[in-house]
């Protein structure tokens, strides 16, 4: 949702390794998880692919079933997803959308909107991962060579491990933003066609039709590393 600059993030690196040879040696996965998917970052889903994609209220149900089917909470499959995203300009996102697309549109942020485009500039670049590493929504840069590179396929393989070991399937990546803690992004109706508007609220503002949607790392003032919402998201569906 803003431009971020490039990191240069050693640790993040090392996070992956670390986490990689820690599922090596932690409990054998669940049945039934899902099946392992050819990473692909630089890949997009078409308009038909991204009109399946589950609305809000969906995404959350299935979201809180898989939680309670692998008899996990949230928290303690945060805890895991904060250690690997910690260091990093990604956020966890609940992979969900509100409108549907015509052939040739894509979404598309542009100073706090967000609404399907046709247009095909570069400075048009992925801004939500699936999973599979394929794009989902973008947003509109004016110096794309100012943003992170996209979560390389070793930060995937992490990530899917993580959520494969509990049958999760409803999370993505996301470009970070930020505030978290006190003030999070709420994003809503807009006034134009298939339009949804970001604005930056208090946290005691946030209404009650407006679900987190997207988690980022912080340390509380406990010394204790949890993920926090950074943007949350009104049912419109």
């Excluded at 589950?54 to 079933?65: E, G, K, R, T, Y």
């Amino acid at each position: 949702m803003v431009d971020i600059d490039v990191y240069n993030t050693p640790s993040a690196v090392d996070a992956i390794t670390f986490l990689a040879k820690e599922l090596a040696f932690a409990a054998p996965t669940r049945p039934n998880q899902p099946k392992k998917v050819l990473l692909s970052a630089n890949g997009t889903i078409d308009f038909e692919h991204y009109n399946k994609l589950p609305l809000l209220n969906v995404a959350i149900n299935s979201f809180n079933q898989q939680l309670a089917a692998a008899y996990i909470d949230r928290d303690a499959l945060f805890s895991q997803l904060a250690q690997l995203f910690y260091g990093t300009p990604y956020a966890v996102s609940l992979i969900h959308r509100h409108f549907l697309l015509n052939s040739g549109e894509r979404m598309v942020e542009n100073n706090r909107s967000v609404k399907p485009s046709f247009d095909s500039s570069p400075n048009i670049v992925p801004q939500i991962w699936l999973r599979t590493g394929q794009a989902i929504e973008f947003q509109y840069i004016s110096d794309p060579s100012t943003i992170a590179q996209p979560p390389s396929p070793a930060f995937f393989s992490t990530f899917n491990s993580i959520l494969d070991r509990y049958g999760v399937d409803v999370l993505g990546i996301s470009y970070r933003t930020d505030p978290g803690r006190c003030y999070t992004y709420l994003e809503e109706d807009g006034p134009g066609d298939r339009e949804r508007v970001v604005v930056l609220i208090g946290q005691e503002l946030v209404p009650c039709n407006a679900p987190e949607v997207t988690w980022i790392p912080m340390y509380t003032e406990n010394h204790r590393l949890i993920m926090v919402a950074c943007c949350n998201c009104t049912v419109n569906c």
